[in-house]
Nanobody, 122 residues
Framework: QVELVESGGGLVQSGGSLRLSCAAE????????KGWYRQAPGKERELVAI???????NYGDFVEGRFTISRDKSKNTVYLEMKDLRPEDTAVYYC????????????????WGQGTQVTVSS
C-alpha cells in the first residue's frame, strides 16, 4: 500500500562515495522510513543502517564508520551517505519502512522498496 522511492545507486570506483535516498509516497496508511538492508548474490540479506524515530541509529558491523544515516522528518525521507566504498559493498540495497493504519494506529508490517543496485569496482 506504500510505495517507497529509492534513488542514489550506481557504479563507483573503490574509495568513492554514494548517497542513497528513500522516500515514502502518498498512501492511505502511515509509513515511517527506517533505513536499508542489502543483499549480494549468494548471500543473506543483511542490515546496513537503520534510524529509529528518536534518532538512534544502528549499523551493520561491516560499515566501520564509513556510512551515515539521517532523516528528514518533514519529507519522510531517509538518507544514507556512503564513503570509502569497497568492492564487497556491491549489492542490491533495499529500503524498508514500517506501516501503520494511521498516526498512533495499529502496526501493519514492514514494507520494502524494489531495491537499488550499488556496484563498486576495484
Amino acid at each position: 500500500q506504500v510505495e517507497l522511492v529509492e534513488s542514489g545507486g550506481g557504479l563507483v570506483q573503490s574509495g568513492g562515495s554514494l548517497r542513497l535516498s528513500c522516500a515514502a509516497e502518498e498512501s492511505k496508511f502511515t509509513s515511517v522510513v527506517k533505513g536499508w538492508y542489502r543483499q549480494a548474490p549468494g548471500k543473506e540479506r543483511e542490515l546496513v543502517a537503520i534510524i529509529e524515530s528518536g534518532g538512534r541509529t544502528n549499523y551493520g558491523d561491516f560499515v566501520e564508520g564509513r556510512f551515515t544515516i539521517s532523516r528528514d522528518k518533514s519529507k519522510n525521507t531517509v538518507y544514507l551517505e556512503m564513503k570509502d566504498l569497497r568492492p564487497e559493498d556491491t549489492a542490491v540495497y533495499y529500503c524498508t519502512a514500517d506501516e501503520y493504519r494511521g498516526f498512533g494506529g495499529a502496526f501493519r508490517g514492514a514494507v520494502w522498496g524494489q531495491g537499488t543496485q550499488v556496484t563498486v569496482s576495484s
